[in-house]
């Protein structure tokens, strides 16, 4: 069974759709009420066993809850992707404490939720197992105007590594895989629409109505995906053109260079 957090759009809907095709069955969770519904009942229509699950990932006991309805549908939990993201976008002096809080809770304490409460659960039952943390290449190379958003990427970036240390280092039969993808189309862009208290409008990021030539699909970031839990890879950077970007990072840093903003890819 895998259970998907933000599965309702974008590339956990896509991730989703191909881990059913692999014949897991799937616990689908998002805190878009309406939009989970339909993605539960497309991937059903297609002939997949689901369960969707309203969550919001920045609730400690709404994760809870979600693992106790996961057990309770299927039983064991063998594929978790924690995936749920937002973002804001305006100079980091302008971010408010509330959209500090809005975004790391997601995007970071998502995560964090999702590995405190599954991480035990797989561990108990003994079996192999794998963890998807979804970061961004924003984790590896920040870009200026989201400034919580590359904060929060590069913490699951950090999570993901300590995570994947430990486990190894415990000799448990779980993998874990930190996904850095570069632009894909995704509702990202108007993901104000379900922050609470006050729904924002779309924002306004080209790279999303302009993608350069670059950009991938949902479906072939979710491909890759797949492929990564299959042979145990740990990174997940989608993009061609990412790693001599991050080699150019780490040997700024160790020259003692100034940051740049990277490229759009």
């Known amino acids: 069974m895998a259970v998907l957090t933000g599965a309702a759009s974008g590339i956990g809907y896509a991730m989703a759709e191909r881990l059913g095709r692999e014949g897991m069955n799937l616990v689908l969770a998002d805190v878009e009420a309406a939009a989970l519904e339909a993605a539960a009942a497309s991937l059903e229509a297609a002939g997949h066993e689901v369960d969707g ?41 302008e ?48 870009s200026p105007t989201i400034g919580p958003y590359n904060v929060a990427k590069a913490g699951v970036v950090a999570l993901s590594e300590t995570l994947d240390m430990e486990l190894r280092e415990r000799g448990a039969p779980i993998g874990v895989s930190v996904l850095c993808p570069g632009v894909v189309p995704t509702r990202i ?8 208290g006050r729904p924002a409008r779309p924002l306004d990021i080209p790279t999303q109505a302009d993608l350069p030539p670059t950009a991938l699909t949902p479906a072939e970031v979710a491909d890759r995906v797949v492929d990564a839990i299959v042979a145990d890879d740990f990174w997940i950077v989608t993009h061609d053109g990412s790693a001599p970007l991050i080699s150019q990072r780490a040997d700024a840093i160790a020259s003692g260079a100034r940051p740049t903003p990277p490229p759009v890819f």
């Not at 590995?115 to 108990?124: A, E, S």
């Not at 862009?189 to 609470?196: I, L, M, Q, V, Y």
């Open 95 to 142: 971010q408010t404490v509330e959209d500090w809080a809005w975004v790391l809770g997601v995007d970071l304490w998502g995560v964090i939720h999702g590995v405190r409460t599954f991480v035990p659960i797989m561990l108990d039952q003994g079996q192999p197992g794998h963890v998807v943390n979804t970061a961004s290449i924003a984790g590896l190379l920040p």
């Open 53 to 93: 699950v309203r969550t919001d990932v920045t609730e400690a006991r709404q994760v809870d809850g979600l693992a106790a309805r996961a057990l309770d549908r299927f039983g064991a939990v063998h594929v978790v992707c924690n995936n749920a993201g937002v973002v804001t976008m305006k100079p980091i002096w």
């Open 189 to 196: 862009a108007e993901s104000g629409r379900n922050r609470p």
